[in-house]
């Protein structure tokens, strides 16, 4: 038997033909491994390559690149960077004792910390398949990411949102509309971004300077992104538009990363580029990074891998360019991929556990399509545990409804539940806005005052004033 | 308002007027209010009802005008609903009966070679089929009829649990010139009933959706029926005239008006926030 992978369970011996094979029938069940044919074949299989797994040595990961060296830049990426001695610590144990490890009192936040360049995403993606969801969440809670740009965010104690004003249209109104109710409902601190309907150089553009004027003309410690490629960033940049964050969806592998139109050294210039403009005040994270479980096999990029193996790659990408913000979008892809509730909730916390274990500032866009086997209830309890998990921001669209992408994510209200339901804080600068700009009050949490915040009521009667005048008088939000 | 009430509104709920985003919904505390508490959750519902429902091929078949002789009733290789969503390979393919039906067709039909197959597929909305396609077609009937050039229809085909690609299979075996999918569309929460429609010039399993031409959101209050069957013939002539669809045929039917709009928006600053308007 060619089989490098063997388990003798009683009187049957289990056999996995290579490190990657073995990977993949250790994780928990999915839709999209079972579509490519990379899942364990029953649920006793699964158990047994958890086994195996759990009694491989660390250092293995170092000797057996799921994907060949020769062939892919992540992988000599991962293998390039890898730090021996931050490595050295953990280097004489076994998957198993890593997670054991990972769960004592040894692993505090400092030694947490000093570890994450001796990790690699694979022993990352490993050891949390031999973890409960409880087991993600604990130590997901106890690495510490902090980030900055204009404020400051991954902070203990600390919530944020990005605000996600997006429009079927692209409508200067529209999305100013949608800017405004999130601002009243204190999200925005991550970042206030846009995925603009088309990716047309000009008009993300005009977005930028949207956003910037906003930013500038009420001095929100925040900053602006327009979700468009790599290129038309470049090409904004060049053209003199006011970038803050580049923005880019990225994969675990070379080929995955050739299908969004990207490499390695195209992700440098933009973030040289980003760089040179000097637009952070506290900070110079300028990247902004989504991923997501199940893009490796949709580009049929996998080289075998189970997609969360692939995922976790993506966040060594994300890693050697220090982004301001990373986010998987779990439940974007659709049920080919994870087909309910509880696949969605078991990926979301793994994406989360691995980003932050690396050292990312892992966010998380909570969200369903609907034709998957999932609700505002699972939302709710995926919400409510990476919270606890201390994942560092979700998304705040208007009422959950995304208009333009056509899914469900977290509404604004979602951001006001966990800051309520757990104590948590916006980024510190951005707080004291809300203070000034009395949009929070200094009780509680997630106190909001009742009415319209001073600073914005010109705003509001500029436009409702403009509507009678055109005669549109009749009371609006009388809902759909 | 009644200030001892528990709600609390919010004086920008106005501004709904300008878009469809769910901005000013007010509190209770710091969550939704019930009512829009409940409407969420009844767009969610009929959305997802959307995607459940099976599509009623009697009663289709019963509202579709005549087409090309008796339709086919056909379906993919993913046996139900559950299978369809897991697997979307599946949903590219023919079941072994379905296909036998149209080799059967093509050998009955042996000097066939029809300019058109319209290929009606369930998709992720079945409502969307089942409330548009009649019209849709009634519409593209008035048009052909009155067309330059003579349309030579292949049978109408309805598919059960298919997938966009399916067509190219079916087409195929009809020895189509060009198939036209009419499917429903992955729904939107304020959106559930979208047909989307897709264009493929000398379909055959492998062609990739890049050598397709697409027309979306076809629906009362998104794009009219009307509207699209002049979009579609447009794209019918062209890719008959040029003898392709895809990225190589570009639908100019109202190349000014969408330029406009996407200047207008964003060029005259509209933007309340900044103090232009």
Same mark, same amino acid.
């Given at each position: 038997?060619?089989?490098?992978?063997?388990?003798?369970?009683?009187?049957?011996?289990?056999?996995?033909?290579?490190?990657?094979?073995?990977?993949?029938?250790?994780?928990?069940?999915?839709?999209?491994?079972?579509?490519?044919?990379?899942?364990?074949?029953?649920?006793?299989?699964?158990?047994?390559?958890? %086994?195996?797994?759990?009694?491989?040595?660390?250092?293995?990961?170092?000797?057996?690149?799921?994907?060949?060296?020769?062939?892919?830049?992540?992988?000599?990426?991962?293998?390039?960077? !890898?730090?021996?001695?931050?490595?050295?610590?953990?280097?004489?144990?076994?998957?198993?004792?890593?997670?054991?490890?990972?769960?004592?009192?040894?692993?505090?936040?400092?030694?947490?910390?000093?570890?994450?360049?001796?990790?690699?995403?694979?022993?990352?993606?490993?050891?949390?398949?031999?973890?409960?969801?409880?087991?993600?969440?604990?130590?997901?809670?106890?690495?510490?990411?902090?980030?900055?740009?204009?404020?400051?965010?991954?902070?203990? #104690?600390?919530?944020?949102?990005?605000?996600?004003?997006?429009?079927?249209?692209?409508?200067?109104?529209?999305?100013?509309?949608?800017?405004?109710?999130?601002?009243?409902?204190?999200?925005?601190?991550?970042?206030?971004?846009?995925?603009?309907?088309?990716?047309?150089?000009?008009? +993300?553009?005009?977005?930028?300077?949207?956003?910037?004027?906003?930013?500038?003309?009420?001095?929100?410690?925040?900053?602006? +992104?327009?979700?468009?490629?790599?290129?038309?960033?470049?090409?904004?940049?060049?053209?003199?538009?006011?970038?803050?964050?580049?923005?880019?969806?990225?994969? #675990?592998?070379?080929?995955?990363?050739?299908?969004?139109?990207?490499?390695?050294?195209?992700?440098?210039?933009?973030?040289?580029?980003?760089?040179?403009?000097?637009?952070?005040?506290?900070?110079?994270?300028?990247?902004?990074?989504?991923?997501?479980?199940?893009?490796?096999?949709?580009?049929?990029?996998?080289?075998?891998?189970?997609?969360?193996?692939?995922?976790?790659?993506?966040?060594?990408?994300?890693?050697?360019?220090?982004?301001?913000?990373?986010?998987?979008?779990?439940?974007?892809?659709?049920?080919?991929?994870?087909?309910?509730?509880?696949?969605?909730?078991?990926?979301?916390?793994?994406? !989360?556990?691995?980003?932050?274990?690396?050292?990312?500032? %892992?966010?998380?866009?909570? +969200?369903?399509?609907?034709?998957?086997?999932?609700?505002?209830?699972?939302?709710?309890?995926?919400?409510?545990?990476?919270?606890?998990?201390? +994942?560092?921001?979700?998304?705040?669209?208007?009422?959950?409804?995304?208009?333009?992408?056509?899914?469900?994510?977290?509404?604004?209200?979602?951001?006001?539940?966990?800051?309520?339901?757990?104590?948590?804080?916006?980024?510190?600068?951005?707080?004291?806005?809300?203070?000034?700009?009395?949009?929070?009050?200094?009780?509680?949490?997630?106190?909001?005052?009742? #009415?319209?915040?001073?600073?914005?009521?010109?705003?509001?009667?500029?436009?409702?004033?403009?509507?009678?005048?055109?005669?549109?008088?009749?009371?609006?939000?009388?809902?759909? | 308002?009644?200030?001892?009430?528990?709600?609390?509104?919010?004086?920008?709920?106005?501004?709904?007027?300008?878009?469809?985003?769910?901005?000013?919904?007010?509190?209770?505390?710091?969550?939704?209010?019930?009512?829009?508490?409940?409407?969420?959750?009844? @767009?969610?519902?009929?959305?997802?009802?959307?995607?459940?429902?099976?599509?009623?091929?009697?009663?289709?078949?019963?509202?579709?005008?005549?087409?090309?002789?008796?339709?086919?009733?056909?379906? /993919?290789?993913?046996?139900?609903?559950?299978?369809?969503?897991?697997?979307?390979?599946?949903?590219?393919?023919?079941?072994?009966?379905?296909?036998?039906?149209?080799?059967?067709?093509?050998?009955?039909?042996?000097?066939?070679?029809?300019?058109? @197959?319209?290929?009606?597929?369930?998709?992720?909305?079945?409502?969307?089929?089942?409330?548009?396609?009649?019209?849709?077609?009634?519409?593209?009937?008035?048009?052909?009829?009155?067309?330059?050039?003579?349309?030579?229809?292949?049978?109408?085909?309805?598919?059960?649990?298919?997938?966009?690609?399916?067509?190219?299979?079916?087409? @195929?075996?009809?020895?189509?010139?060009?198939?036209?999918? $009419?499917?429903?569309?992955?729904?939107?929460?304020?959106?559930?009933?979208?047909?989307?429609?897709?264009?493929?010039?000398?379909?055959?399993?492998?062609?990739?959706?890049?050598?397709?031409? $697409?027309?979306?959101?076809?629906?009362?209050?998104?794009?009219? $029926?009307?509207?699209?069957?002049?979009?579609?013939?447009?794209?019918?002539?062209? /890719?008959?005239?040029?003898?392709?669809?895809?990225?190589?045929?570009?639908?100019?039917?109202?190349?000014?008006?969408?330029?406009?709009?996407?200047?207008?928006?964003?060029?005259?600053?509209?933007?309340?926030?900044?103090?232009?308007?």
């Amino acid at each position: 038997m060619s089989a490098k992978y063997r388990y003798t369970l009683g009187d049957r011996t289990y056999r996995f033909k290579d490190l990657a094979t073995l990977m993949a029938r250790a994780t928990p069940a999915r839709s999209g491994d079972r579509l490519a044919g990379v899942m364990a074949e029953t649920a006793e299989q699964r158990v047994v390559a958890q %086994m195996a797994l759990a009694e491989l040595p660390l250092r293995q990961f170092l000797q057996e690149p799921l994907v060949p060296y020769e062939e892919d830049e992540v992988t000599r990426l991962i293998l390039d960077s !890898h730090d021996r001695e931050a490595f050295a610590p953990i280097a004489h144990l076994t998957l198993g004792d890593f997670r054991n490890w990972l769960l004592s009192s040894s692993a505090t936040p400092a030694a947490l910390t000093a570890l994450r360049s001796g990790l690699t995403p694979e022993m990352v993606a490993a050891v949390s398949k031999l973890m409960r969801n409880q087991d993600l969440i604990l130590v997901a809670q106890k690495c510490r990411v902090t980030t900055a740009f204009r404020n400051t965010i991954g902070l203990p #104690g600390r919530f944020s949102t990005r605000l996600q004003p997006n429009h079927p249209t692209d409508d200067a109104t529209g999305i100013a509309a949608s800017i405004l109710d999130g601002l009243m409902y204190a999200n925005g601190d991550a970042v206030i971004g846009i995925n603009p309907a088309t990716d047309n150089l000009a008009q +993300c553009k005009r977005l930028l300077q949207l956003l910037d004027e906003v930013i500038q003309h009420y001095q929100i410690p925040t900053q602006a +992104c327009v979700l468009t490629h790599v290129t038309t960033a470049l090409e904004a940049m060049a053209q003199g538009a006011p970038l803050d964050l580049v923005f880019q969806s990225i994969g #675990g592998t070379e080929a995955t990363n050739r299908s969004f139109g990207v490499d390695l050294g195209l992700l440098a210039e933009a973030r040289d580029a980003a760089l040179q403009l000097k637009r952070g005040t506290l900070g110079n994270n300028v990247m902004y990074f989504e991923t997501g479980q199940g893009s490796a096999l949709s580009a049929n990029a996998h080289h075998g891998l189970d997609q969360q193996t692939c995922e976790a790659r993506a966040y060594a990408v994300a890693r050697h360019f220090q982004p301001l913000l990373v986010n998987s979008v779990v439940g974007f892809i659709g049920p080919e991929y994870l087909f309910d509730g509880r696949e969605i909730i078991r990926a979301g916390l793994e994406d !989360h556990f691995c980003g932050k274990l690396l050292g990312l500032p %892992m966010g998380v866009d909570v +969200c369903y399509t609907n034709h998957a086997e999932a609700d505002q209830n699972d939302m709710d309890n995926l919400l409510t545990l990476l919270a606890v998990a201390g +994942c560092t921001y979700i998304m705040g669209v208007p009422g959950a409804d995304d208009i333009m992408l056509n899914y469900q994510t977290t509404s604004f209200h979602d951001a006001l539940y966990v800051r309520e339901a757990l104590g948590l804080k916006p980024a510190p600068e951005f707080e004291q806005w809300l203070l000034r700009m009395q949009i929070m009050d200094e009780q509680g949490s997630a106190g909001l005052h009742r #009415g319209l915040a001073p600073g914005f009521a010109p705003a509001l009667a500029r436009v409702l004033d403009a509507d009678s005048d055109v005669g549109e008088s009749h009371p609006g939000g009388s809902g759909k | 308002m009644n200030d001892n009430s528990p709600v609390i509104e919010n004086p920008w709920q106005r501004l709904r007027r300008h878009t469809s985003a769910r901005i000013g919904l007010g509190r209770a505390g710091i969550s939704l209010p019930t009512s829009r508490l409940l409407e969420f959750q009844l @767009a969610h519902a009929r959305a997802r009802d959307a995607v459940h429902l099976p599509l009623d091929v009697p009663a289709l078949l019963a509202a579709l005008p005549p087409w090309g002789g008796d339709a086919l009733r056909l379906q /993919s290789r993913a046996g139900d609903r559950t299978t369809y969503l897991q697997r979307p390979d599946w949903g590219r393919q023919l079941a072994d009966p379905s296909r036998q039906r149209l080799q059967q067709w093509a050998e009955d039909n042996r000097h066939s070679q029809p300019d058109l @197959a319209v290929v009606v597929v369930d998709g992720l909305s079945s409502r969307a089929v089942q409330n548009h396609t009649a019209n849709l077609l009634r519409a593209l009937q008035g048009v052909l009829s009155r067309a330059r050039e003579s349309w030579c229809l292949a049978p109408l085909c309805v598919v059960e649990q298919g997938r966009v690609a399916l067509g190219d299979e079916i087409g @195929a075996l009809l020895r189509a010139n060009a198939v036209l999918i $009419c499917i429903g569309e992955r729904p939107g929460l304020s959106s559930p009933d979208s047909l989307g429609l897709y264009l493929t010039w000398q379909p055959r399993r492998g062609r990739t959706d890049a050598e397709r031409n $697409c027309i979306s959101n076809v629906r009362p209050e998104g794009l009219s $029926c009307r509207d699209a069957v002049t979009r579609l013939l447009y794209l019918l002539q062209e /890719s008959r005239r040029q003898r392709l669809t895809g990225v190589g045929l570009k639908d100019r039917t109202d190349d000014g008006g969408k330029t406009l709009t996407a200047a207008g928006t964003a060029e005259t600053g509209s933007n309340f926030l900044l103090g232009r308007e």
